[in-house]
């Protein structure tokens, strides 16, 4: 092999094994990384937002917010560790190693393992809160859904390992070259990851929200129809029923949104990425990527208490005694 195309390799010192550096267009690999850069850094920065929101304000610490506040810990990490990994891969040779590559792979699925089992319990939360609004305060509480997120987390972190259990293994294993870091696992372990983290949880987010929603139109349609008829006495329950309803149109928009983004990327990469699937691959990473920045402004754009926590942020007024105390609701 001569000179020149040693340079195009990613370790001209290991000629016969070496992978060739990405070959894409200059332009198109800048743009890429210009643009999944600028949507990482908002990722970061407004789920951060989302977690000291929660977090500090004790009024916020509600069974929903709790499940919001779970979802924007993997939209943090989607932003800290998939999206930063996702540029490196795609316009440079991968340096740092097999070991590396294969735990880069397993915080990836457990970010979007652990993404779907949010969805799956804020769903599970707009059903109960609106299909049996009398039992969900006695059902739904703090202590539980605190153990429902952290047994979703243990069971995310746990089914990838599962899932990715020959490559973290044998680092290295399906790399075809040195230079290269891909996913890889057996035929059955692809199988059942389409059925546990594809098709079972999709069906019971659309199901559940379904229900949801025809639940929520009857509400709504009761509502208009005896809203001349309340008396004052009855004023707080309608309250508090126009609330739940406000809340489910919200999440409804969140999982909407979220299952846009989500069953194209996991489709495409369920695929073997080839030559024609390649570029299509970097396109519903964008999709996949922009999912996790947009849901911070899902919530600026529908709960004011976000954009009264995120003002008391920025002016450092939760700097201040007794600031966790209050009201922002």
């Given at each position: 092999m001569d000179t020149g195309d040693q340079s195009d390799l990613c370790f001209p010192q290991l000629a016969n094994t070496s992978c060739r550096k990405p070959s894409s267009d200059l332009s198109d690999g800048v743009l890429f990384s210009v643009l999944l850069s600028a949507e990482c850094v908002l990722t970061v920065?407004?789920?951060?937002?989302?977690?000291?929101?929660?977090?500090?304000?004790?009024?916020?610490?509600?069974?929903?917010?709790?499940l919001l506040l779970s979802l924007a810990v993997s939209d943090?990490?989607?932003?800290?560790?998939a999206m930063p990994g996702e540029i490196y891969v795609r316009i440079s040779c991968w340096f740092l190693g097999d070991i590396a590559c294969s735990l880069w792979n397993y915080m990836i699925f457990t970010t979007g393992?652990?993404?779907v089992?949010?969805?799956?319990?804020?769903?599970?939360d707009r059903y109960m809160a609106i299909c049996d609004p009398l039992r969900y305060n006695v059902k739904v509480t703090v202590k539980r859904i605190q153990l429902c997120v952290c047994l979703s987390w243990v069971a995310s972190l746990l089914y990838c390992a599962i899932i990715l259990k020959d490559q973290l293994g044998r680092p290295g294993m399906y790399n075809s070259c040195h230079g290269k870091c891909v996913i890889g696992f057996e035929v059955y372990a692809g199988i059942l990851d389409l059925i546990v983290s594809f098709v079972v949880p999709v069906s019971i987010i659309i199901t559940l929200y379904l229900r949801v929603f025809v639940v929520a139109v009857s509400h709504a349609r009761a509502m208009r129809s005896h809203v001349k008829c309340v008396k004052l006495q009855h004023s707080a329950p309608l309250r508090a029923k126009s609330s739940e309803l406000k809340a489910a149109r919200t999440i409804g928009v969140l999982v909407l949104v979220f299952l846009v983004c989500f069953c194209p990327y996991y489709s495409v990469s369920l695929v073997d990425e080839n030559e024609k699937l390649g570029s299509l691959l970097k396109y519903v990473v964008y999709l996949y990527a922009f999912n996790s920045c947009v849901n911070p402004l899902i919530y600026a754009l529908f709960y004011p208490w976000f954009r009264k926590a995120v003002k008391d942020i920025v002016t450092l007024h939760i700097l201040k005694p007794a600031s966790r105390d209050a009201n922002i609701l």
């Open positions: 920065l407004l789920n951060l937002l989302v977690i000291i929101s929660i977090s500090h304000f004790r009024h916020l610490h509600t069974p929903t917010n709790l943090l990490l989607v932003g800290f560790v393992s652990s993404s089992g949010n969805m799956v319990l804020i769903s599970a």
